[in-house]
């Protein structure tokens, strides 16, 4: 249930994930049910507890939801031990346990302090949280290990559909990436273009940021994480794949509260990209009016502002209105095309971001190996 958070209210601003688990809880309601989320990352404004989420839950599921401040400890097992039947704990975020913002191999994830303890209390464990599907962490990988384990509703009907999609996808593929999280995605863009997933690959958002420095056209340093290893790693992808990349030739920066726009090359040291561009967007949409296959992630850049989400709003009205096979991804973006009652167009939403572009790739990811080991291990038990 990570949701996007509002960077100046700090509230849930988008509860579609929330929702999504409704489902899985309902098919569960006549059992005793704790709940584990991560929400954000550690150091990052979104990076809160999970009392609002409970309190979103109660609304959308009309239940009591219980809640315990705490992941691991003495207050977490003795509420876990409490619950009657056709009760719901939710616990607090996962990721305030330490092991939980690592990655492990699923021998290893077994052992870890948060599985050893848990483990004992529970008789199944449900994975429903396709967004980190990618991720071994123990909550997601160690479980499965020592108990017997089935995929959610939502997990079940992503892999569903996505295979469906898949399986009908025609050239050319247009994938829009953008967002924050630079590593992952630059990992993945090479898997897309290697598999034949991304024929055109139109970038915004910060990972256009990172492409653009790589192409001297930003001439100042970005100040993220990493940055001459992204930066490095843009260049050779640029430089292997010449003909796949676009980046953005205007943008809008933020000056004093107010949107200004510009082309890339007037840019001065300091200014920062808040959005895409009149000419990119036409740019862009004429791409995506043209393609078989459509895959947009992440937004194109600070949406949740009113005067910034002209390029977000844009390409998903390109999206929208093309004649591909749609596919929408990630939180943020869904939480968007909600907004502007786009979501009938798309054939298939899904609130995963990372996780969805590496499926694509035909990558398995940890959590359905997981899934898949479990059903062998417990199959005659």
């Given amino acids: ?17 929330i929702e999504e688990a409704a489902e899985t809880l309902d098919s569960l309601k006549e059992s005793k049910v704790v709940i584990g989320s991560h929400q954000g990352r550690v150091g990052n404004y979104e990076y809160t507890g999970m ?15 219980k809640y315990v401040e705490d992941t691991i400890g003495e207050a977490a097992q003795n509420a876990i031990k409490n619950l009657e039947n056709g009760e719901i704990l939710l616990l607090d975020n996962l990721r305030l346990c330490a092991e939980e913002n690592y990655e492990f191999t699923p021998e290893n994830a077994a052992k870890t302090i948060m599985v050893s303890r848990l483990s004992k209390l529970f008789d199944l464990c449900v994975l429903d949280s396709f967004p980190s599907a990618h991720r071994s962490h123990p909550s997601i990988v160690g479980f499965p290990q020592v108990l017997p384990a089935c995929a959610g509703r939502i997990v079940e009907r992503e892999v569903r559909n996505l295979d469906e999609i898949m399986t009908v996808a025609k050239a050319p593929h247009v994938i829009v990436l953008g967002g924050s999280k630079i590593p992952d995605r630059l990992e993945a863009i090479k898997l897309l273009i290697q598999n034949g997933r991304a024929d055109h690959v139109l970038l915004t958002g910060l990972i256009g940021n990172v492409f653009m420095r790589a192409q001297a056209r930003i001439k100042s340093p970005l100040g993220i994480k990493r940055e001459d290893e992204v930066v490095a790693k843009a260049h050779s992808l640029i430089g292997e794949y010449p003909d796949v990349f676009a980046t953005p030739v205007d943008i809008a920066i933020d000056k004093d509260g107010s949107r200004v726009e510009m082309d890339v090359r007037e840019m001065g040291k300091g200014d920062k990209i808040f959005d895409l561009g009149p000419k990119t967007v036409e740019y862009y949409s004429k791409l995506i009016a043209g393609a078989g296959t459509v895959f947009i992630s992440g937004p194109a850049g600070f949406f949740e502002k009113e005067n910034f ?32 009652g786009l979501a009938d167009k798309i054939n298939h939403i899904s609130t995963a971001g990372g996780a969805l572009v590496l499926y694509l790739t035909g990558e398995k990811l940890p959590m359905i190996k997981a899934l898949e080991d479990a059903a062998i291990k417990y199959k005659s038990k």
Avoid: F
């Avoid at 996007?4 to 994930?17: C, V, W």
């Fill in 309 to 340: 989400s002209y390029g977000t709003k844009a390409l998903l009205n390109a999206v929208a209105n093309s004649m591909a096979t749609t596919i929408v991804s990630g939180g943020h973006l869904t939480t968007a095309l909600k907004q502007q």
């Fill in 1 to 17: 249930m990570n949701c996007p958070i509002d960077p100046e209210t700090l509230e849930i601003s988008g509860i579609r994930r």
């Fill in 51 to 65: 009392d609002k989420h409970a309190k979103v839950l109660e609304k959308v599921t009309g239940r009591q939801i």
